[in-house]
């Protein structure tokens, strides 16, 4: 099959997963190319960790296309689900595989599969898990394809986050804000403070054993 890997953003965390995904589809035997703005006419365009919403004539360049959604569908729908259910005390992170269609997060599901985090992950171990499963969805999905099902329920919506959302509340307590701490990015969007009208930038990282 000819397989489009889509993600618009160069900087994005899932960029070396997207490299992994297109060896592994092109060891399978498939033409498997990564694009970063269009996707290619084919079979499967894979579009993955994207910022912005693919148009309607880009979705009928292929037959099928795939978004992996880290939340359980449709709950969650829009910017960041990962990040917004760590703030929200979760463990349990549902990945939907699903259709893309114009409207955003709401094309059929096709598999929903959970990890389980120990409340001690920083963003780039939660990101090595997400990432590995996405991979697997999408592999396994392309080997052995499924019927879509609708969503059902009410669903939800996250806004899109900006690096304000990083702030630290000089009142409140490291253990009142880890759950933060646990999902800034100590490059893009790091932890930062105000006191006394200076900004103070804070970078975590976990000690090795």
């Not at 994207?50 to 992996?68: G, H, M, P, Y």
């Not at 900006?162 to 933060?180: A, G, M, R, V, Y």
Request: aromatic letters at 10%; hydrophobic letters at 40%.
């Amino acid at each position: 099959m000819k397989i489009s890997i889509l993600l618009d953003n160069r900087t994005s965390w899932y960029l070396p997963w997207a490299m992994r995904l297109q060896w592994s589809l092109r060891r399978a035997g498939h033409a498997a190319y990564l694009f970063h703005d269009t996707v290619a006419a084919g079979d499967i365009a894979c579009i993955l960790s994207c910022e912005n919403i693919v148009s309607k004539e880009t979705l009928a360049l292929n037959k099928c296309n795939l978004i992996v959604h880290s939340s359980d569908l449709p709950q969650g729908r829009g910017f960041s689900p990962l990040t917004y259910q760590v703030l929200e005390g979760k463990n349990v992170i549902v990945n939907t595989l699903f259709e893309a269609i114009e409207d955003a997060d709401a094309g059929v599901i096709y598999d929903k599969r959970a990890f389980t985090l120990n409340g001690t992950e920083l963003l780039s171990e939660m990101h090595e898990i997400q990432g590995a499963m996405i991979n697997e969805m999408i592999l396994d999905f392309i080997a052995n394809p499924v019927t879509g099902l609708p969503q059902i329920g009410e669903s939800s919506y996250y806004k899109r986050r900006t690096p304000k959302d990083s702030e630290l509340d000089i009142n409140k307590t490291i253990n009142e804000q880890f759950s933060l701490l646990r999902v800034v990015d100590n490059d893009r969007y790091p932890a930062f403070f105000y006191r006394d009208g200076c900004k103070y930038v804070i970078r975590i990282r976990k000690e090795a054993d």
